[in-house]
């Protein structure tokens, strides 16, 4: 029998006066950390329901909602069940599941969800300083950052003033990374083995630029200047709580990495580009204009680290977007250019 339950989303369930349930046929029972980064996890559940089902089963990051590993599978009446999430293939997304872990059930070919699980708790463990003998840059980023930096020599001992360290993740955009009023947030960098002494810094905002802000605009009946300043006022009031928390360490804000000119790659990629290549310059400019104005004031230092990426007009050099297979891709696939300015931060 389905067993109805209440969302517990208080601004669906009173701002739209709605009342929502998802009906769980789902009983998760336990889970096994099989590997650390990447993260891959042995998931045990029951299924409660009464008929053979063919479902899709998503495993989303809980800090930011993030992009999942997804299973297929077929479930029978009160069946026992075992899955493995593996992130393998996902190597520039190191943060999956640091602060939780969001199950997501759906049934094939329908696109109707039945179930969800929310495990509220650390999966995988908590980041490790690589070096103790000097103070350390954590550059909290997305799918940029792990691309630029996967493959570069970190541990190399000409690295200057600091070791250098970096998460990295899918989707996540400076808008996502702000939900909830910079609580998640907060929650991630608590996962963080920050000390005095440190710097941290953030290389956020390239994601709304080519996508969200542009894509969200129309449907907001919105310009995308205004959106991109709302998202601004949030980041400032983030960083200004940083900076009272962590006011012994250093605090930066990278400028995000340049946007593709239109034509390098297809409109219909999976990158989704947005909008025209003025129209995305314009918001890598407004961004970079508020945060010269705004950020001094709050003691946070802003740097420019892919200034070796762009172009006299300020897109990105496609040069640095090859892929192995000579096709192109939005992601900064060079890393060398960005490790140099690290090291070279002080």
Not at 131 to 159: A, F, Q
Not at 171 to 195: M, W
Request: aromatic share 14%; charged share 25%; proline share 4%.
């Amino acid at each position: 029998m389905w067993v109805p339950y209440i969302s517990g989303n208080k601004r669906l369930d009173i701002e739209y006066k709605i009342q929502i349930y998802i009906y769980s046929m789902i009983r998760v029972e336990s889970f096994e950390l099989l590997d650390n980064i990447p993260a891959k996890i042995k998931l045990y559940f029951t299924y409660l329901g009464e008929e053979t089902m063919d479902i899709k089963i998503f495993a989303k990051d809980y800090c930011f909602n993030t992009v999942g590993l997804v299973n297929d599978m077929t479930v029978e009446a009160g069946g026992y069940y075992w899955v493995v999430f593996d992130a393998k293939g996902l190597e520039n997304s190191n943060i999956l599941f640091r602060t939780g872990l969001n199950l997501v059930f759906y049934k094939q070919g329908e696109n109707e969800q039945f179930a969800e699980e929310l495990l509220f708790k650390p999966i995988v463990n908590s980041f490790q300083r690589h070096r103790t003998d000097k103070p350390s840059l954590w550059v909290i980023g997305d799918s940029h950052t792990g691309y630029s930096l996967k493959s570069s020599n970190l541990m190399d001992e000409s690295i200057g003033r600091y070791s250098i360290e970096y998460t990295s993740q899918y989707e996540l955009s400076l808008n996502r990374f702000l939900c909830y009023n910079g609580s998640r947030a907060s929650l991630f960098v608590d996962t963080i083995p920050i000390q005095i002494g440190d710097r941290i810094a953030i290389s956020l905002g390239e994601i709304d630029i080519r996508y969200s802000i542009l894509n969200k605009a129309p449907r907001k009946g919105k310009s995308p200047e205004e959106i991109l300043d709302e998202i601004l006022d949030r980041y400032l009031l983030f960083l200004k709580t940083l900076k009272e928390r962590y006011f012994l360490c250093d605090i930066s804000v990278f400028i995000p990495s340049p946007q593709l000119r239109d034509g390098v790659i297809s409109p219909d990629s999976y990158t989704f580009p947005q909008g025209t290549q003025e129209e995305r310059l314009m918001l890598h400019r407004q961004f970079v204009s508020r945060m010269s104005s705004d950020l001094p004031g709050l003691g946070v230092d802003l740097h420019d680290p892919y200034k070796e990426y762009r172009d006299e007009e300020g897109f990105m050099l496609a040069k640095y977007s090859v892929r192995a297979d000579f096709s192109f891709d939005h992601h900064v696939n060079d890393g060398r250019p960005l490790l140099e300015f690290l090291k070279n931060l002080e």
